[in-house]
């Protein structure tokens, strides 16, 4: 299983980014995806969860500025970002794991990870 993330970039606050993550060597369709996000000295946190149902979780604080969708013929997980702000700053993480249903939590343990992408906000 390999996935790879891209779409980061540098942005200004209140603009926009698409982050996504290409999977291979497994269907998107069957497994439990996440995005996380690391800032400099701070503990990773989970931002979003699609299940095999396609069934999402946000992060309370990112509701309605973040929005997490898949593209299963495309084996390809988004993470859409509006309203971008300083501390938005981090790397972004895909991850994957077969939970099925609502054992899909960015509270569990992921498995496979992407190497991530930056996003910085100014």
């Known amino acids: 299983v390999q996935l790879v993330e891209s779409g980061g970039g540098s942005v200004q606050a209140g603009g926009s980014l698409r982050l996504s993550c290409a999977a291979s060597?497994?269907?998107?369709?069957?497994?439990?995806i996440a995005w996380f996000r690391q800032a400099p000295g701070k503990e990773r946190e989970g931002v979003a969860t699609i299940n095999n149902e396609g069934d999402t979780q946000m992060a309370d604080s990112l509701e309605g500025r973040f929005n997490i969708s898949k593209d299963n013929t495309e084996n390809t997980l988004f993470l859409h970002m509006n309203s971008l702000k300083p501390g938005d700053t981090a790397m972004y993480y895909c991850s994957a794991d077969s939970y099925r249903g609502s054992a899909c939590s960015a509270r569990r343990s992921f498995t496979y990870w992407g190497p991530g992408t930056q996003v910085t906000v100014s």
């Open positions: 060597g497994y269907t998107y369709s069957s497994y439990c």
